[in-house]
């Protein structure tokens, strides 16, 4: 079964408005941690915010916001007043910690291609 | 502080050759993880090493390797290179605090194509 799950292969936003982008997530640890990453055509990953399964408040980065519902495991990543820059790949991922706090295994989505319209 | 570098950006080969990509942590980070892009497979785990030593590996064949220099320096090879292993090869730094940390910082990747 998938472990990290984006629905939306593509999605389409005028520049100014807002966007959401969906990820649902799978696992039985009570401990992980959550990523969203900005894949621009240039090929490199850009890390844009975190939420850890314990933080109590939504995690906010300037105009990134994760929209996190625990008991639905998803990890909605809010765009807000989007620009052309932020057209790009964008991969929601998990990261499992086991135990000993030892697992640096990222587990990815298969993304979702944002294009900002002007 | 400078970021994840990666070298070379592009490569190509032939089937059958082997290949060794280099991939230099940010400054101060022990931890350094390789992953593989496909558009068929999407991004996939290889492995991670920390303090010289492999931690975790992901599902992958023997031909697929890795080591990691007391600088912190990584280097992954892959020998007998097939048509699949094209890809786009990410490397991600991090400091590696007990209980994991927030932010894995990627490099620019390593492009290459096997003919």
């Known amino acids: 079964a998938q472990k990290i799950t984006q629905t939306q292969p593509g999605m389409f936003v005028q520049e100014k408005e807002a966007v959401t982008l969906d990820c649902t997530y799978d696992t039985s640890d009570p401990s992980y941690g959550l990523f969203w990453y900005k894949q621009p055509s240039s090929g490199e990953m850009i890390f844009l915010i975190y939420q850890g399964s314990y933080d109590q408040q939504n995690a906010t980065e300037g105009r990134y916001s994760l929209n996190f519902q625990k008991a639905r495991k998803s990890a909605n990543l809010v765009i807000s007043a989007s620009q052309l820059g932020d057209s790009a790949m964008y991969f929601c991922?998990?990261?499992?910690?086991?135990?000993?706090?030892?697992?640096?295994?990222?587990?990815f989505g298969k993304g979702t291609l944002l294009t900002v319209n002007p | 502080k400078a970021g994840v570098t990666q070298t070379p950006r592009y490569l190509i080969k032939t089937r059958g050759q082997q290949v060794t990509l280099s991939c230099s942590p940010i400054?101060?980070?022990?931890?350094v993880s390789w992953y593989q892009q496909t558009p068929g497979q999407g991004l996939q785990f290889l492995f991670e090493y920390f303090s010289e030593t492999q931690r975790n590996k992901g599902n992958f064949p023997g031909r697929f390797s890795g080591r990691q220099f007391s600088n912190s320096r990584s280097e992954m090879n892959v020998s007998t290179l097939e048509l699949g292993d094209s890809a786009l090869y990410l490397c991600?730094?991090?400091?590696?605090?007990?209980?994991?940390?927030?932010?894995?910082?990627f490099g620019p990747g390593t492009r290459l194509t096997v003919l």
């Open positions: 991600a730094s991090s400091f590696r605090r007990a209980g994991g940390d927030n932010e894995q910082f």
């Open positions: 991922a998990m990261r499992e910690v086991n135990s000993g706090g030892s697992n640096y295994k990222l587990t």
């Open positions: 400054s101060g980070h022990r931890s």
